[in-house]
């Protein structure tokens, strides 16, 4: 591993990726080249089914690498040990599209539940930290209520907390604004733009939602599992279609 802000905190080169064996081989990423450096906001776009949730879920280290090489946060993933995946995993914040909450338990809850495996935060720290993470996305009235009982937007707002509570290195987010309206998701770019640019934390962020066009540094598209690394000189319509973003703002 290495500690260097110089350093890309994502590097990847040749990243191929396929799913199924023979005739229903279906190949996904195709020579995937990437870097994202300390602090930077990236978008990834592109259309449903182009690669991009795949691409984000390696590297996370949610799927095994299959050929290329991937460097995240000092991991190299390319045959990585069960126990250094697990230690990415605990810097990463990942936001999942579909939330992945356990519905039995309240919003508290699934939010303090990421200081489980963390020895070093007593349970009143992590119950604090929690509180304190749920209030800033606006659910501090909802603290006991059942993951059940949540609107969508409301669950969505819970995993945003449960991903950043922790304070995590890397920042992971698939269509985090999807399920918001416009409060809501102002509040959610408003966090991710924060921990960006207080702490030096980088965002990869996969999204259709033209109104987070203005805290990006850079828009970068994939294609049919290929990927431009080339900042876009299109427009946030043309990349998104017709949209009104949180706040004015333009590409950095």
Do not use: W
């Amino acid at each position: 591993m290495q500690d260097d802000d110089s350093q890309p905190v994502i590097s990847g080169t040749g990243v191929n990726f396929a799913f199924g064996q023979g005739e229903l081989r279906r190949q996904i990423l195709f020579d995937v080249k990437i870097d994202v450096q300390p602090g930077e906001i990236v978008l990834l776009t592109g259309p449903s089914g182009s690669g991009k949730t795949t691409l984000l879920t390696l590297i996370a280290g949610l799927r095994s690498m299959q050929e290329g090489t991937l460097n995240v946060l000092g991991y190299s993933l390319h045959r990585a040990s069960d126990s250094d995946l697990l230690d990415l995993r605990r810097k990463i914040g990942f936001i999942f599209q579909a939330h992945n909450l356990l519905p039995c338990l309240t919003a508290l809850q699934n939010v303090q539940i990421m200081f489980d495996l963390q020895p070093d935060v007593s349970q009143k720290e992590g119950r604090d930290r929690a509180k304190e993470m749920l209030t800033q996305v606006g659910l501090g009235q909802r603290l006991d209520y059942h993951v059940s009982r949540l609107s969508g937007g409301q669950k969505q707002r819970v995993a945003i907390a449960r991903a950043l509570v922790g304070c995590p290195q890397l920042v992971l987010a698939d269509e985090p604004t999807a399920a918001l309206d416009g409060a809501s998701g102002r509040e959610v770019v408003n966090l991710l733009q924060g921990l960006a640019r207080r702490e030096n934390r980088p965002i990869l962020m996969v999204t259709h939602d033209a109104r987070v066009l203005d805290i990006a540094d850079r828009i970068i598209e994939m294609q049919d599992g290929r990927l431009s690394m080339e900042p876009s000189a299109r427009t946030g319509e043309a990349l998104f279609g017709a949209g009104r973003p949180f706040a004015e703002g333009s590409l950095r």
